[in-house]
């Protein structure tokens, strides 16, 4: 298996601008979450999913955060309309029940 | 809500030296898991360790071992004859067994300094 694959890798944008982050879990993982990195808040999960499902998405800091899982081999995280704060690391991983997650390269989003 | 706590930000050992990173965790349920993640400056997360909370044994998994205290709500990883590939950021994680709460809880993180 390929692992989870997050696409694009980097991601530059204007304030703003929309920005699309995808992923891939891997085959037969039931759960994908997406989480988000910065130097000052740490990892913070934004959103997870069960069989496709939206489970948890307290996480999601406002309206401006979408995230879908249109099947099982699948998702992405919308942001519209960007903002500076926005600038982090976002990951997608997934899993099965009661294991560890297994994480994708993460997306280095900057917006500018 | 469950927290993670690591205490120590930072930490150096000398390369083939033993080093201990620190966990506490606070949690009201009997069932969870326990994980460490290293993450170099590649900045891919991978999976070190896992611990099942029901089983009394501390996982091991080659020269990293877990020293996991239920009753204390403690769970260390010790990292045995280090090498300077284990130079990272390492995460302690809780994971709930309950179906409706599989999100991970992470700590702050610990960045270890492997010192040739």
């Known amino acids: 298996d390929a692992g989870v694959i997050q696409s694009p890798r980097h991601e530059v944008t204007e304030m703003g601008q929309e920005v699309t982050l995808r992923c891939k879990p891997i085959s037969g993982h039931d759960y994908l979450f997406w989480y988000r990195q910065t130097m000052m808040r740490g990892l913070e999960l934004l959103i997870y999913f069960n069989n496709n499902v939206p489970i948890d998405d307290s996480g999601m800091p406002e309206d401006r955060f979408s995230a879908k899982m249109p099947n099982a081999s699948f998702s992405t995280l919308k942001i519209q309309p960007s903002e500076p704060r926005d600038s982090a690391v976002y990951f997608c991983a997934s899993s099965l029940k009661n294991y560890g997650y297994t994480f994708g390269s993460g997306t280095r989003l900057t917006v500018v | 809500a469950q927290t993670v706590t690591q205490s120590q930000p930072e930490m150096s050992v000398q390369e083939a030296e033993t080093v201990t990173l620190s966990c506490t965790y606070d949690t009201s349920e009997s069932d969870y898991y326990l994980f460490w993640y290293k993450q170099p400056p590649s900045r891919q997360m991978i999976l070190v360790i896992r611990q099942e909370a029901y089983k009394q044994q501390n996982a091991t998994e080659n020269r990293f071992s877990v020293n996991f205290q239920k009753a204390a709500k403690s769970f260390s990883l010790k990292i045995s004859d280090s090498q300077l590939g284990d130079a990272a950021m390492y995460f302690c994680?809780?994971?709930?067994?309950?179906?409706?709460?599989?999100?991970?809880?992470f700590g702050q993180g610990t960045r270890l300094t492997i010192n040739p």
């Open positions: 994680a809780y994971r709930s067994a309950f179906q409706g709460a599989q999100k991970l809880v």
